[in-house]
């Protein structure tokens, strides 16, 4: 079955850096687009990055276009986020999810990994 792992979130300054991974399998990876889903407390899920399969197209949310980054490895099925210049509403529960997907959709997605933005 498809599955998806997150992992890597932890505390980080205002200012600083963070990388975040998805494990996926169960699925043919390639044929797949990724997207990075946060959600914050008592907040709505926002999708925030996504990268297609074949194309490699990337799109950013507005909140984090410039700051974050996005990447696929082919090899090892896995999707990396990174967060720079991290502001504290980008504190939020980050999650991996299969297709290319809005917020609050259906697509499968993994538990998630908490990134917290506090000095």
């Known amino acids: 079955q498809v599955q998806l792992v997150e992992s890597g979130g932890g505390i980080v300054q205002p200012g600083g850096s963070l990388r975040v991974s998805c494990a996926a399998s169960?699925?043919?990876?390639?044929?797949?687009?990724i997207t990075w889903v946060r959600q914050a407390p008592g907040k709505e899920p926002e999708w925030v990055a996504r990268?297609?399969?074949?194309?490699?197209?990337?799109e950013f949310a507005d909140s984090v276009k410039g700051r974050f980054t996005i990447s696929r490895d082919e090899a090892s099925h896995t999707v990396d986020l990174g967060l720079n210049d991290v502001r504290p509403d980008d504190t939020a529960l980050y999650i991996c999810?299969?297709?290319?997907?809005?917020?609050?959709?259906?697509?499968?997605r993994g538990q998630g990994t908490q990134v917290t933005v506090s000095s």
């Open positions: 999810a299969k297709g290319w997907c809005s917020g609050a959709d259906s697509c499968p």
């Open positions: 169960g699925f043919t990876f390639s044929v797949n687009s």
């Open positions: 990268v297609a399969s074949f194309s490699r197209d990337e």
